[in-house]
């Protein structure tokens, strides 16, 4: 059974950072891209950012670009979201996915419905 589960969202000030990850287990993602989106109260899910099996490939939002980093540890079958300068507008539940076709990059990974697998979430919270 695959599983992708979240840690480390919580409060935070505004302008402050946070760390979130994304543990894979059930199979590897090595060959495949894994993204973070997030859901904002009374909003839809859109994307955050996402990196290509390579790694060498990163994709952002606009409104996240230059104060996100996306990450993944390979071998540890993990993804990572660094947030800096956080916003109150970043205050969400922070989703981690991955997709099953393998070796893809650009614009298919930015479509929420291209990920097939999802964790659970992780709520993020920036006080003004």
């Known amino acids: 059974q695959v599983q992708l589960v979240e840690s480390g969202g919580g409060l935070v000030q505004a302008g402050g950072s946070l760390s979130v990850s994304c543990s894979a287990s059930?199979?590897?993602?090595?060959?495949?891209?894994m993204g973070w989106f997030r859901q904002a109260p009374g909003k839809e899910r859109e994307f955050v950012a996402a990196?290509?099996?390579?790694?060498?490939?990163?994709y952002y939002a606009d409104s996240v670009k230059g104060r996100f980093t996306i990450s993944r540890d390979i071998p540890k079958n993990t993804v990572y979201l660094q947030m800096s300068s956080l916003k109150p507008i970043d205050t969400a539940v922070y989703y981690c996915?991955?997709?099953?076709?393998?070796?893809?990059?650009?614009?298919?990974?930015?479509?929420?419905?291209?990920?097939?697998?999802w964790g659970q979430g992780t709520q993020v919270t920036v006080a003004s």
């Open positions: 059930g199979r590897t993602f090595s060959s495949n891209a």
């Open positions: 990196i290509s099996w390579r790694s060498d490939n990163t």
């Open positions: 996915a991955a997709q099953d076709r393998t070796y893809v990059l650009g614009s298919y990974l930015r479509d929420e419905s291209n990920y097939d697998y």
